[in-house]
């Protein structure tokens, strides 16, 4: 079934098969699959057009296949899909699978992750769920702006590595914004609202927003979340205050409820 729906995404209205020609390098498509604990997990396809090969036939085969093996192995066979991808054509990007969308900087984690309704603390439910983020972008990312200092590329890539303890997976720019996605995303997860609140407070030296500075080990934040989830009610409000003001020019304090787990 999904083999036949995949491939119909690269015909044209009247059956006949699309044909990316002159310019077509690289292209992929991510859509997701009911994993373990009912979260969902991504499948990615990605593949690099050869000097005689058509990039739509190399795309849907890739698609097919994988979209076979994973509703074989999830037994989802029948679930509809939601499909994003991105073709890339007659661009200065260096044309390698790792400079492929889509892009994932972390790699898929479980973490313990609380949703259900803020408003009543018997609303809410502890779950261990599927954490991952894929992006695919038709753009630039040139930099990153934080209390007026705009950090460019080159300084934005070995900090994600540092704040996120995984390398650069590649040296390109939607790769910036899946890393800056990575600490941003926070929602119900202690693990990351921690890490981001360290990260918002630990680069201001003298009013000075900086990237250069030492990060704990991703154990360390993993280690005071679950302090924090065994000890302390998530209904609660907490401030943590961290040396120095916020990336957001505050006075490095971080209100650890709903605002912040739910942005």
């Known amino acids: 079934m999904f083999a036949v729906v995949s491939k119909a995404f690269f015909k ?43 990039l739509s036939t190399l795309i849907a085969n890739k698609v097919s296949s994988n979209d076979s093996k994973a509703g074989l192995f999830d037994g989802h066979i029948d679930s509809p899909r939601l499909y994003a991808g991105h073709t890339r054509f007659a661009t200065t990007s260096k044309v390698t699978l790792d400079g492929t969308h889509p892009h994932m900087w972390s790699p898929p984690a479980v973490y313990e992750v609380y949703t259900g ?87 201001v030296d003298h009013g000075t927003p900086s990237l250069d500075y030492e990060v704990p080990p991703q154990s360390q934040f993993l280690a005071l979340a679950k302090s924090i989830a065994v000890s302390v009610d998530v209904s609660l409000c907490f401030f943590f205050f961290f040396g120095g003001g916020g990336w957001g020019g505050g006075p490095g304090v971080i209100f650890l409820s709903q605002p912040v787990l739910g942005c």
């Open 117 to 203: 309704d803020w408003s009543t603390p018997k609303g809410l439910k502890k779950r261990r769920l599927n954490v991952e983020v894929y992006v695919c972008h038709n753009g630039d990312f040139d930099g990153l702006e934080i209390d007026g200092s705009t950090f460019e590329l080159g300084a934005m890539l070995p900090f994600l590595a540092r704040a996120t303890g995984c390398p650069c997976p590649s040296a390109v720019d939607t790769m910036g914004i899946a890393g800056t996605m990575d600490l941003m995303r926070c929602q119900g997860s202690w693990f990351h609202a921690v890490r981001l609140a360290f990260l918002m407070g630990g680069g």
């Open 12 to 54: 044209n209205s009247n059956g006949s098969p699309c044909n990316f020609r002159r310019g077509a390098q690289a292209g992929g498509v991510i859509t997701y699959v009911k994993g373990s604990g009912g979260s969902l997990k991504g499948v990615r396809s990605r593949v690099v057009n050869g000097k005689r090969t058509n």
